[in-house]
């Protein structure tokens, strides 16, 4: 008896790690055509195009990931006769993004598709190797090494000018604050790292920009959850906010805690502007009392760029050793037009909003970053204290 | 910032925060009580918490969530009786690879059923309802806090005065304390220790599951993947702080989500350093258990 239980107890726990992997959706498979015996790195010249994107965080999440995936599947359906791998490698366990990449390399794929900061020193390492010198690397999100993408001869880097969608939203939300009377807006990020510092940096200059031209004095909250994912700490920020501060809409960058916002949104009868993919689009049908709190969503549009890399490679006219830094200009940061936005937003709002996205798009209006390697973090906080109802 | 503190609206929510860390802490009050650590309270709760919201979901009643929420911490919990009272393992170790298998099985069940992986906000649960009664909840102060508040709410007070009745006036606590004690004199007198602690897990899994239903079913009505966020553990670290009695550990749960709260809102009205305090509940928990243990300490000089 006591046997059969240390049996069962011994199969439990397999599972145990078994279900991780599954929910991690880690897939070791791969394919292993033309694999050297020798070198342990397979052969990639057998004219069939295979492309990889490794996933380091989760699926789900209705913004960053979920977009970057939407764009490999719809390339994958486009073109048949590629290989498109795609490895969610869960963002519990930092530990296997390295040793995953190692593996994908010496594996049979052309292109290899990373993103986010947390990547760049696996790949700085990987790419180092002689081995590999025939793959070719996508990092998103950021640049191999801040200032040195040229050092690194097999990796294109992409940036996106998240702090224009930033100041899109701060436009918008200030815009929406006057019509409604509200006193305050606000933005809450996930947590405080380079790329919602750039989100936030450009929403306080759309809110400052509105200010000036308005002669309005819009205050603008700034805060943080901490993580991505702790929901309930989300919901209660933005309740905080709508409840007790005089906020009617505010801008929530925090992927899945930020959908806990959106719940604040709803239940209070406020309105919130999403990020990173269409997040109306989401809830349309499941769940339209949601839906219908979320005026637009700023969109970085990552599906459109790795789907486009693709192509790029295919046609062999992607470039390597540089940085790309795609924004409103080139469609890839922009928000949604919907059925919402233009029901909860007024002709002239939308009217003034298309006009100052034409204007960052020609260059005529440029919009300060947020990113460290540009602004101190001291001229961060003097932004965000300038219009913080807190300091006044 | 005084008047943030002694706000209606802070006191409410920090009742909200705490709702969860008072599940837990009672989970593991009763464990612990029983002689037996259960550090899965943390993944029973998030088990719990994607099980009830799903089935809340799909049946369209919150009864039946909060059946199904409850008897899926009781499995959870029984998974660690199996292992430590059958099978003779490390409790703490048990626990620690139940907590990975429901971190997995949380996300894996919410994939098997609506096929995503970050949260069923798709999906949202048939909500547990909140009580408010008119009159009462305009007192000022005290109003919202006693009389506008999560149906789980009253269920917290009542289990409170429940573990207190069980511990203090019934046999069946008696003996969960007795084997807590002393497993080898409880024996001596015909009490069988395993069947006494089975039970006091079974009451564990209880708590953790209305702990994971207040997340998924009442405060939000959805589940999503890591929203338990740390608030079992909390929750161990407030009956830690309670000595094992119930009242004691209501009010650290109390004081834990207040901190918690603090940590949140006053982003909105203080201008201090968000990162300051976001690590406030994990200084406040050290700082309890430095006090904890000096206050250990004396006793035993003493002695």
Redesign the interface.
Same mark, same amino acid.
Not at chain 1, 19 to 25: D, H, R
Not at chain 1, 223 to 227: N, Y
Not at chain 2, 121 to 124: H, N, V
């Given at each position: 008896m006591?046997k059969l239980?240390?049996v069962?107890?011994a199969i #439990?726990?397999m599972?145990?790690?078994l279900? %991780?992997?599954?929910?991690?959706?880690e897939n070791p498979a791969g394919p292993n055509a033309g694999q050297s015996q020798t070198s342990g790195v397979a052969d990639i010249h057998d004219g069939k195009f295979r492309v990889a994107l490794l996933i380091n965080g /989760?699926?789900? /999440?209705?913004s960053f990931w &979920?977009s970057a995936n939407e764009g490999m599947l719809r390339f994958q359906k486009d073109h048949p006769e590629a290989d498109v791998k795609i490895v969610?490698m869960g963002s519990?366990d930092p530990t296997v993004y390295e040793s995953t990449l190692a593996k994908t390399a010496a594996e049979a794929y052309d292109l290899i598709i990373v993103g986010t900061t947390d990547m760049r020193e696996p790949l700085q390492r990987l790419v180092k190797k002689e081995k590999y010198a025939d793959r070719r690397f996508v990092i998103f999100d950021t640049e191999i090494k801040d200032g040195k993408a040229a050092d690194y001869k097999t990796v294109h880097s992409i940036m996106f000018n998240q702090n224009e969608g930033g100041y899109l939203a701060g436009v918008l939300a200030s815009l929406m604050s006057l019509d409604a009377g509200s006193a305050n807006t606000a933005f809450i990020g996930g947590a405080?790292n380079d790329i919602i510092n750039d989100f936030a940096s450009g929403f306080m200059q759309g809110v400052r920009a509105v200010n000036a031209e308005r002669s309005a004095s819009i205050g603008a909250?700034h805060?943080?959850?901490? &993580?991505f %994912? /702790?929901?309930?700490?989300g919901?209660?920020?933005a309740?905080?906010?709508y409840?007790?501060?005089d906020v009617s809409v505010l801008f929530a960058a925090a992927s899945?805690?930020g959908?806990?916002c959106?719940?604040a949104a709803t239940l209070t009868g406020h309105t919130i502007i999403g990020v990173d993919s269409d997040q109306y689009a989401?809830?349309k049908d499941?769940?339209p009392a949601?839906a219908a709190a979320i005026v637009t969503s700023i969109e970085k549009r990552v599906g459109d760029t790795l789907y486009e890399v693709c192509e790029k490679f295919m046609a062999d006219t992607l470039t390597y050793g540089d940085l790309e830094v795609l924004g409103i200009k080139d469609g890839k940061i922009g928000y949604v037009d919907n059925d919402n936005f233009k029901a909860l937003v007024s002709e002239a709002n939308r009217a003034y909003l298309a006009d100052v996205a034409a204007k960052i798009a020609s260059g005529e209006l440029k919009i300060e970053s947020g990113l460290k390697r540009y602004t101190t973090s001291a001229e961060l906080t003097a932004l965000y &204290?300038s219009l /913080?109802p807190?300091?006044k | 910032m005084i008047g943030f503190v002694f706000s209606e609206?802070f006191l409410q929510?920090s009742v909200?925060?705490a709702l969860p860390i008072l599940f837990a802490a009672f989970a593991a009050l009763i464990s612990n009580r029983a002689g037996i650590v259960n550090i899965n309270i943390e993944g029973s709760m998030s088990v719990a918490a994607v099980c009830g919201t799903l089935a809340g979901h799909f049946s369209g009643s919150w009864i039946l969530g909060l059946i199904v929420a409850m008897l899926v911490g009781v499995g959870m919990s029984m998974?660690l009786a199996? @292992?430590a009272l059958?099978?003779r393992?490390d409790s703490f170790l048990s626990g620690i690879?139940?907590n990975?298998?429901a971190?997995? #099985?949380s996300?894996?069940i919410l994939?098997a059923v609506l096929g995503?992986?970050? &949260?069923s %906000?798709?999906?949202?649960t048939a909500a547990i309802p909140n009580i408010s009664i008119p009159i009462l909840r305009d007192i000022p102060v005290i109003g919202k806090l006693l009389f506008d508040q999560s149906l789980l709410f009253y269920v917290a007070i009542l289990c409170t005065v429940f573990l207190v009745f069980l511990l203090n006036r019934t046999k069946l606590g008696t003996e969960i304390r007795a084997v807590g004690h002393n497993p080898a004199a409880a024996e001596s007198v015909g009490i069988n220790p395993r069947v006494v602690k089975t039970k006091a897990l079974i009451l564990c899994g209880v708590f953790s599951g209305l702990g994971g239903a207040f997340?998924s079913m009442s405060? #939000?009505?959805?589940f999503?993947?890591?929203?338990v @966020?740390g608030r079992g553990f909390i929750g161990i670290a407030a009956e830690a702080m309670g000595v094992g009695n119930p009242v004691l550990t209501a009010l650290f749960s109390f004081l834990f989500g207040a901190v918690t709260?603090f940590s949140?809102?006053a982003?909105?009205?203080?201008?201090f350093p968000?990162?300051i305090l976001?690590t406030l509940p994990y200084i406040m928990t050290l700082i309890a258990l430095i006090i904890y243990a000096v206050i250990q300490k004396n006793k035993q000089s003493k002695k």
């Open positions: 006591k239980l240390s069962i107890f #439990l726990m599972t145990s790690i279900f %991780s992997a599954v929910s991690c959706g /989760d699926l789900g /999440d209705m &979920d969610e519990s405080p909250f805060s943080f959850i901490g &993580d %994912s /702790d929901s309930p700490k919901k209660s920020l309740e905080t906010y409840s007790g501060n899945q805690a959908i806990g959106v719940e989401f809830y499941s769940n949601k &204290d /913080d807190t300091k | 609206e929510r909200v925060f998974l199996g @292992a059958v099978l393992t690879a139940l990975t298998l971190t997995g #099985l996300v894996y994939y995503v992986k970050g &949260d %906000s798709s999906a949202p997340l405060y #939000l009505m959805y999503s993947a890591g929203m @966020a709260y949140v809102g982003q909105t009205v203080l201008s968000y990162q976001n």
